[in-house]
Protein backbone atom coordinates (compact mmCIF):
# COMPACT_ATOMS: atom_id res chain seq x y z
CA UNK A 1 0.00 0.00 0.00
CA UNK A 2 1.25 3.71 -0.73
CA UNK A 3 2.11 5.49 2.24
CA UNK A 4 0.67 8.76 0.32
CA UNK A 5 -2.77 7.43 -0.04
CA UNK A 6 -4.97 9.26 2.47
CA UNK A 7 -7.63 7.15 4.28
CA UNK A 8 -11.06 7.71 3.42
CA UNK A 9 -11.88 9.23 6.75
CA UNK A 10 -9.03 11.81 6.09
CA UNK A 11 -10.31 12.69 3.10
CA UNK A 12 -13.95 13.28 4.42
CA UNK A 13 -11.69 15.53 7.55
CA UNK A 14 -10.28 16.93 5.24
CA UNK A 15 -13.40 18.22 2.77
CA UNK A 16 -15.28 19.40 5.93
CA UNK A 17 -12.34 21.54 7.15
CA UNK A 18 -11.98 23.62 3.62
CA UNK A 19 -15.94 23.31 2.98
CA UNK A 20 -16.22 25.68 5.32
CA UNK A 21 -13.43 27.98 4.33
CA UNK A 22 -13.96 28.04 0.81
CA UNK A 23 -17.84 29.14 1.85
CA UNK A 24 -16.13 31.98 3.75
CA UNK A 25 -13.90 32.66 0.71
CA UNK A 26 -16.99 33.34 -1.96
CA UNK A 27 -19.04 35.10 0.70
CA UNK A 28 -16.11 38.17 1.31
CA UNK A 29 -15.63 37.98 -2.56
CA UNK A 30 -19.32 38.58 -2.81
CA UNK A 31 -19.12 41.57 -0.45
CA UNK A 32 -15.49 42.83 -2.16
CA UNK A 33 -17.20 42.84 -5.76
CA UNK A 34 -20.32 44.67 -3.87
CA UNK A 35 -17.95 47.47 -2.25
CA UNK A 36 -15.83 47.74 -6.15
CA UNK A 37 -19.24 48.50 -7.38
CA UNK A 38 -20.15 50.88 -4.84
CA UNK A 39 -16.68 52.67 -5.14
CA UNK A 40 -17.05 52.93 -8.95
CA UNK A 41 -20.57 54.74 -8.44
CA UNK A 42 -19.02 56.80 -6.14
CA UNK A 43 -16.13 58.01 -8.10
CA UNK A 44 -18.44 58.48 -11.60
CA UNK A 45 -20.70 60.29 -9.28
CA UNK A 46 -17.66 62.41 -8.35
CA UNK A 47 -16.60 63.54 -11.50
CA UNK A 48 -19.75 65.22 -12.77
Known amino acids: ?6 S ?4 NYLKS ?4 LT ?3 N ?3 V ?3 KLRRIDL ?4 SQKR
Do not use: T
Not at 8 to 11: A, H, T
Open 41 to 44: VYNL
Open 17 to 20: SIEP
Open 1 to 6: MNENIL
Open 8 to 11: RGEV
Open 31 to 33: YLN
Open 27 to 29: EYS
Open 23 to 25: HRL
